[in-house]
């Protein structure tokens, strides 16, 4: 599986801001949102372009559009925190939806809402969960992304552990993961440490 961690001074300042427990609600979404801006602008580098002609108001000249539409699919809840810091900047993509909820007891996924375009075959898909745990919740958006049809599909993430990482590579080596870092690993709750907490809880400001 490919891995990117993003070690840009301005990512690493956003995600320390993150980090703090007494960093509050609309600072956090601040944070996070700019984060994943940061980290999507790395996991596009790569993008396949097509090249066409421009008509400016003197010339022509040659530019480029992408080759393949976009699709964003946060994880419900926290994904859409990334959705929100990175929509602005192709706001032409498409936004699909799934939901899955970990269980507390179990830390297994349950999976309870999906709405996916049939367009996935053609399109770059981008899968957005600020947290990749035991990988549980990543693994299920993936199979249900596959399953649709997807065949291009990155995962972004900010906050990853080596359990998630590697729950990932089991089930999906195909899938490329970008994430501002790789924590030590989860406690017996399976929370990552040090991490940042409940990342919905902490985004919405139910805790
Ligand atoms: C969190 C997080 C991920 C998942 C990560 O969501 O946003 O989706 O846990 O854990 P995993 O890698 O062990 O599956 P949660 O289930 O708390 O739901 P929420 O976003 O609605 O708070
Ligand atoms: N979900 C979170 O929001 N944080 C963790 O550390 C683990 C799962």
Redesign the pocket.
């Known amino acids: 599986m490919h891995t990117v961690v993003i070690q840009h001074p301005l990512a690493q300042c956003h995600l320390a801001a993150i980090r703090a427990v007494d960093t509050p609600s609309h600072q956090f979404r601040r944070h996070l949102n700019l984060l994943a801006r940061m980290l999507f602008l790395e996991a596009t580098r790569e993008l396949t372009l097509q090249e066409t002609t421009v008509q400016t108001p003197l010339a022509q000249t040659p530019g480029v559009i992408l080759a393949r539409p976009m699709v964003f699919v946060p994880i419900l809840r926290?994904g859409l925190g990334m959705l929100d810091g990175i929509l602005p900047l192709m706001p032409e993509a498409t936004v699909a939806h799934v939901g899955i909820k970990?269980n507390e007891e179990t830390?297994l996924p349950q999976p309870y809402y999906a709405n996916l375009p049939a367009s996935l075959a053609s399109a770059e898909v981008f899968l957005l969960d600020?947290?990749l745990?035991?990988g549980g919740s990543a693994c299920e958006g993936v199979r249900q992304l596959k399953a649709a049809g997807a065949r291009k599909i990155t995962m972004i993430c900010v906050?990853s552990c080596p359990e998630g990482l590697a729950a990932l590579d089991k089930a999906h080596p195909d899938v490329p993961v970008y994430t501002a870092a790789i924590d030590q690993g989860?406690n017996e709750r399976?929370?990552?440490?040090p991490?940042?907490?409940?990342?919905?809880?902490r985004y919405f400001g139910t805790c």
Do not use: C, E, K
């Open positions: 926290a970990r830390a600020p947290m745990a035991t906050v989860l399976s929370y990552i440490v991490g940042l907490g409940d990342a919905g809880d």
